[in-house]
């Protein structure tokens, strides 16, 4: 079993940067990839950005240039930092977990993030 605990989102205005953090806790060295999702009222959860137990990096259109997603593989722990943040951006952030075999995946409570213009 995976916990995962996000901290770091709030209220900030359109231009300004947030850091999100993902710690995580319980068996992690199965873990294969860990991510960032977003889900905005009314709308579909979407990925963010993701990254591999080896560092590789992957993002969604929208937040290439603006967020890196980065691994603290000592300390368990995910980040996603956000610049130049804008109004669209606003959402809940959801971290995941996901471990390839055997299958699980683990869900953070999510933490809000809201730009205002």
């Known amino acids: 079993q995976v916990q995962l605990v996000e901290s770091g989102g709030g209220l900030v205005q359109s231009g300004g940067s947030l850091r999100l953090s993902c710690a995580a806790s319980?068996?992690?060295?199965?873990?294969?990839?860990m991510g960032w999702f977003r889900q905005a009222p009314g709308m579909q959860r979407e990925l963010v950005a993701t990254?591999?137990?080896?560092?590789?990096?992957d993002y969604a259109d929208s937040v290439k240039g603006r967020f890196t997603i980065s691994r603290d593989n000592a300390k368990n722990t995910v980040h996603l930092q956000m610049n130049s943040l804008k109004p669209e951006d606003t959402a809940v952030y959801y971290c995941?977990?996901?471990?390839?075999?055997?299958?699980?995946?683990?869900w953070g409570q999510g933490t809000q993030v809201t730009v205002s213009s």
């Open positions: 319980g068996s992690m060295f199965s873990i294969n990839g």
């Open positions: 990254i591999t137990s080896g560092g590789s990096t």
């Open positions: 995941k977990a996901v471990r390839i075999q055997p299958p699980y995946v683990s």
